[in-house]
């Protein structure tokens, strides 16, 4: 289901570093312009009553003498006309014998009325208060008219536009920050992705490093990354090394324990111990073998013997090779062509797959269920699964890690060492396909998902 966008734009500014100094800046930017703007309000506010009034007094003073040259006559329209025409000037003449415009389409602003509302009086105040207001913009000639000077708005048309432009420089200037800090904090996507690759495993790779001479912190950061990967590869590679060199010790000496074991005489008295001795001795020899594949498998250049497959004749040859001949339902298709897999390796996965299940299929109310399926997407999916108790969610995503028994209190012979999901992951995984485990209520299903190659 799709999120509001509110929703969406909320996760995005909580988790992207990017967009949260993108939104610093803007209100960075935003506080500066107010500030400014307000303290050059501010500013010319205190100097228009010390300076721009008296100016401004004097300019209207000179204004109303050129409109009425002579003070026995009445106003000159043409001339009021002419300085309208060469000034972003309005210009009204009230009186006995002449009343005229200079522009009768354009209102009168509030500030320039003779009354106005509380809600008005702040612009009178600004401009220096309403109690000598008419003093500065109105004189009144001595046959009795009155000469209003007013500022002409149709001279301020190309505020819009202004506006636009700044609005347009703003957003350009959003633009450029963006793609700035985006450039800037591009070493954290590397760093993320380096990350995602040593905790997979791969180690190949190193981040990549800006100015591996002069770095800065990010590429300090990098660098301590790449300096600690390659700490935890020697890690694991000397660990593998070691349990290879062990299990590959312990071969021979298992078989020739064994061997002796074998050559023991056959009495009543000694078989007992005989046979408990070869148990723990095929244990051994098991778990040096699923030690050695484990490692094998582990591996960044494991190799696969790939070869045509037929994976229903496997599961059936499989199951008949189980001891004790176990009962297990199987779903099988009927259909499916061979394909190219590691024979070996898949009936490795098979084999331990229906060893969990009827480990743990002890007093179940049906035997386990193994079932394969063509996918519509060119995959095959294998599921095998037990009616058995399950396990505690908690503990599902540990299952397929190596040597984890859900019930540390099982003995090796009823729980396993915890090996065998783990090796069931690396055969998936190194065919290219997934494993994923769940509990089925009742019981736990494992699938395992391989994609078909073309023979």
């Avoid at 909320?10 to 610093?24: G, I």
């Avoid at 000469?147 to 190309?158: K, S």
């Avoid at 660098?223 to 010790?249: F, P, Y």
Wanted: proline share 8%.
């Amino acid at each position: 289901m799709k999120q509001p966008w509110h929703r969406r734009v909320r996760h995005t500014v909580a988790h992207s570093l990017k967009v949260r100094l993108v939104l610093v800046f803007l209100l960075l930017a935003g506080a500066m312009a107010f500030t400014f703007v307000s303290s050059l309000q501010k500013a010319f506010a205190v100097g228009w009553r010390d300076a721009a009034r008296p100016l401004l007094m004097d300019y209207v003073d000179h204004l109303a003498a050129e409109i009425t040259p002579d003070p026995n006559r009445p106003p000159s329209v043409e001339r009021a006309r002419a300085i309208a025409q060469r000034l972003p000037l309005t210009i009204r003449i009230d009186g006995p014998q002449v009343q005229w415009q200079s522009h009768p389409n354009q209102p009168r602003p509030e500030w320039q009325r003779d009354q106005v509302g509380s809600e008005d009086a702040w612009l009178r105040e600004r401009w220096g208060g309403d109690k000598d207001w008419s003093r500065l913009l109105r004189r009144t000639t001595a046959d009795g008219h009155s000469i209003e000077f007013g500022i002409d708005d149709g001279a301020f048309d190309h505020r819009s536009r202004l506006m636009g432009y700044t609005l347009a420089a703003l957003l350009l200037l959003t633009l450029f920050a963006f793609l700035y800090i985006r450039r800037l904090l591009r070493p954290l996507d590397d760093i993320r992705a380096g990350a995602q690759r040593f905790g997979a495993g791969d180690f190949v790779q190193p981040i990549a490093v800006k100015r591996p001479h002069h770095p800065d912190e990010l590429g300090e950061l990098a660098t301590t990354i790449n300096t600690m990967g390659a700490d935890i590869h020697q890690m694991l590679e000397a660990k593998r090394t070691l349990l290879l060199a062990i299990s590959h010790e312990l071969r021979s000496p298992l078989t020739r324990a064994r061997l002796n074991t074998e050559l023991l005489p056959e009495t009543p008295e000694l078989q007992p111990s005989r046979e408990a001795l070869l148990r723990d001795l095929a244990l051994m020899r098991d778990l040096v073998t699923d030690l050695l594949e484990s490692e094998r498998l582990a591996s960044p250049h494991a190799a696969l013997n790939r070869e045509p497959t037929d994976i229903a004749a496997l599961v059936v040859e499989v199951v008949a090779g189980l001891d004790g001949a176990p009962a297990v339902t199987l779903l099988l298709p009927a259909d499916l062509p061979p394909m190219a897999l590691d024979r070996t390796r898949l009936r490795l996965l098979l084999r331990n797959l229906l060893d969990n299940a009827l480990r743990h299929s002890e007093g179940a109310p049906q035997p386990p269920t193994l079932q394969v399926t063509r996918q519509d997407d060119g995959t095959v999916s294998i599921r095998v699964r037990d009616f058995g108790p399950g396990v505690p969610p908690h503990q599902l995503p540990h299952l397929a890690q190596p040597f984890y028994r859900p019930d540390a209190a099982r003995t090796r012979e009823g729980g396993g060492v915890g090996l065998g999901l783990y090796l069931c992951k690396l055969v998936a995984l190194a065919h290219g396909g997934t494993f994923t485990v769940r509990n089925a209520q009742p019981g736990l299903e494992v699938c395992v998902v391989v994609p078909v190659f073309a023979i």
